[in-house]
């Protein structure tokens, strides 16, 4: 699902506002590329819907004042959520510029039942807009993340661990709670949108992010877009096929996914195949990895090829994905730098000896360490993305 031209233009015009104003129509054109006649239409459109603020500037040479645009704060909120993996749900208010004016963090009460979920995330919500200093009336809409098989453009769940088994209509079911439009993406493609929006400096028009944590997710921007398939998912990384013949089961019921090798639940499942043991529930799926890594580190070699293995599969699925993508840039992000530090050698050397010569450049590879609250500034920067490119104010769909 692209934007059409005029919704990209309009997206790309308040970005390069937003990181430089206040800003003149001719900077903008400069800055953003496109033509000054592009420019004055979009902004023309802004100005009138109260998303944009003109402000005249007497340069006290003769010729017309020069004229500074910036986005109009209160032109708009928009409600940032996530449920993180086994923590709180996160709810940030922002303003139009993507400064948090409130925010809150909530336990849910233990359920599989998704509509019993998404009742308790409507109560909360309504909860923290109505302790906030934004009327409700002001809040232009929500967009909630889940660590979840979702259609985004439906909001539609799918599938969401240790729950009941989807479709469930989560966004429509909190929409109509609530009064407002309701917005649902998966959370890793939040990430990516956090880093895409609010990341200084480098660029960040094209990458892959991959997300190593119990299960095992990524996301692409290229050109600046998400990419987002026909059915409205992410990029499933962790079921691509990685053992074609006799592979572990996956979560998603298939044999020889990715994520049954490389994801935390597959590298404790390894660990309890060879020894005959039931798999740990999800909740305690972090303890048991972390008694892996301590005896990986006491030199138990069995424990260490798990991790290799782990490392080596991975690197085979991302040099797949190099191999027909060339992204700019890959990041892998994990809660757990141990893990991380103990399948890194493998991960490097399959992808040195899987991806194409042309095409293999260590330094677009990175490390970093998973921060829960950026799945809620990409929540935000979701709305934003979705206010920012739309033609007329938001109606509840
Ligand atoms: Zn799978």
């Not at 004042?65 to 993996?85: D, E, K, M």
């Not at 993507?98 to 109560?123: E, P």
């Not at 138990?300 to 490392?311: E, P, Y």
């Amino acid at each position: 699902m692209r934007l059409t031209d005029h919704e990209f233009n309009r997206l790309t015009v308040l970005r390069h506002m937003r990181a430089a104003q206040p800003v003149s129509r001719t900077d903008l054109a400069s800055l953003s590329g496109l033509t000054g006649g592009t420019i004055t239409q979009i902004v023309r459109e802004l100005v009138q819907r109260g998303m944009v603020m003109e402000q005249r500037v007497e340069t006290g040479g003769r010729g017309r004042p020069r004229v500074n645009l910036s986005i109009n704060p209160q032109g708009a909120y928009a409600v940032g959520a996530t449920l993180t993996a086994e923590g709180p749900f996160l709810v940030d208010i922002i303003d139009l510029n993507g400064n948090c004016v409130s925010s809150t963090s909530t336990m849910l009460r233990g359920t599989q039942q998704l509509a019993d979920l998404a009742d308790q995330i409507s109560g909360v919500l309504r909860d923290a807009i109505a302790a906030s200093p934004v009327a409700h009336d002001a809040i232009a809409m929500v967009g909630i993340g889940l660590p979840a098989v979702l259609d985004n453009r439906t909001g539609t769940v799918l599938m969401l661990e240790t729950f009941e088994p989807g479709p469930y209509p989560f966004a429509d079911a909190i929409a109509r709670q609530l009064g407002v439009p309701v917005r649902l993406d998966n959370s890793i493609n939040l990430l990516a949108r956090a880093m895409h929006w609010f990341d200084d400096g480098s660029d960040v028009d094209d990458f892959t992010l991959v997300v190593l944590d119990l299960g095992l997710g990524a996301a692409c921007y290229q050109n600046g877009q998400l990419v987002i398939g026909s059915h409205g998912i992410e990029a499933e990384l962790g079921h691509t096929k990685i053992v074609p013949e006799n592979g572990r089961r996956c979560q998603c019921g298939a044999l020889g996914c990715l994520q049954a090798y490389s994801a935390i639940s597959g590298i404790v499942g390894q660990h309890c195949d060879a020894h005959g043991l039931a798999e740990p529930s999800y909740l305690v799926m972090r303890d048991a990895v972390a008694e892996m890594v301590q005896r990986a580190r006491a030199g138990d070699i069995a424990t260490q090829g798990i991790f290799r293995r782990a490392g080596h599969y991975l690197g085979i699925g991302l040099a797949n994905h190099i191999n027909m993508q060339d992204p700019d840039r890959i990041l892998i992000l994990s809660q757990h730098p141990e893990i991380v530090s103990l399948i890194s050698e493998a991960l490097l050397a399959s992808l040195a000896q899987n991806v194409l010569p042309h095409l293999w450049d260590q330094a677009k590879l990175a490390f970093g360490k998973l921060d829960a609250l950026s799945y809620s500034r990409g929540a935000a920067a979701m709305v934003l993305e979705r206010l920012y490119q739309a033609r007329e104010p938001l109606q509840q769909t």
